[in-house]
């Protein structure tokens, strides 16, 4: 073994001693054409590694796809080329609604002071979709009528089934998923309506308060004119006075009036039995109270009866029990 190694080591040697002789060599014979003056500028050029360009032969690939091309009739592979199908309206109003809630998202957002909907990648995502959705519509309306012309029937038949790419479980999971935002939803555009209408019904509220208090301070004014004497009709007190009831509807009109009759006007009942002046100075149904006394006579004629003391009436009592 180390006599085997010893050779490799020895040829080795060897080789590398003549590649360095080669090379010693090539120097030695540039060093003397130099010195000659046989290397001149220009000789030595170096060459650039060039990128190879590729061309797009449209023939070549044609012919490639003719070869590879499956000759089968059009109900074999059922492909269609076809332009979208015409935008439906309830996808324009979703889409419209989509940018006015996206711009309202993005309103006070610092970061984009510009807000531009066609820069917007939740925009451009939804339209995508839309495009495909309607890119499969157009698809489906000339397939139909393909189908039609030749003779084919397109209803599925009652008893077809054709299996999901995507489990039950998946798609309830989907459904539940989508549930849960329009519910989030709902309940969020109903917040907004509530506070919409707190807004409106303050805002009523203070202009009703506003108009009261001119209409006040209007009134006073007239007041203050008609007591210095620059006013000496009071007909700003007639703007007051609430307007005319509008015609009752002659049913209800009758209705009522049979009600009146029967049951009486109504009105108010507190204090109706209160004395007011008129009743108060009537004395028409006064009677005068009869005196009573041992000296007083009764109008036929004899001494009016007194009444027995307490205690002949506690012994009267007792003796009829």
Known sequence: MKVKNASKHVEEASESSESDSEYNSSDEELREAYAKGLLKPGLNVLLEQTKKQ???????MKEKLEAIKLKLPWVERLDLTNAPAPLAPELALQMQEQEVRRAKQLKGNKKIPQYDPAEDPVLNDFRR???FHRQAQG??????????????PTTRP?????EMAKSDTHM????????????????????????????????????????????????????????????????????????????MNPRIAAKRKMKDVKFG???????S????????ADVSEYKRPAKH?????KKGGGKVKQRLGKGRRVQMKAKRK
């Open 54 to 60: 590729h061309k797009n032969c449209v023939n070549l």
């Open 129 to 131: 979709e839309t495009m």
């Open 139 to 152: 698809a489906v309306m000339d397939g139909i009528a393909r189908l039609k012309k030749l003779g084919i």
């Open 158 to 162: 009652e008893d077809y089934f054709a």
């Open 172 to 247: 309830q999971k989907v459904r539940q998923n989508l549930m849960k935002k329009q519910t989030i939803t709902q309940r969020s555009e109903k917040i907004r309506q509530l506070r919409q209408q707190r807004k409106v019904g303050k805002q009523m509220q203070i202009e009703a308060t506003l108009k009261k208090h001119a209409e006040k301070r209007k009134l006073m004014e007239e007041v203050k004119k008609y007591r210095k004497g620059m006013r000496q009709d009071l007909d700003f007190l007639d703007e007051k006075k609430k307007p005319q009831k509008k015609p």
């Open 265 to 271: 006007f109504g009105g108010k009942k507190r204090g």
């Open 273 to 280: 039995k209160k004395n007011t002046r008129n009743s108060s």
């Open 293 to 297: 006394g041992k000296d007083m006579k």
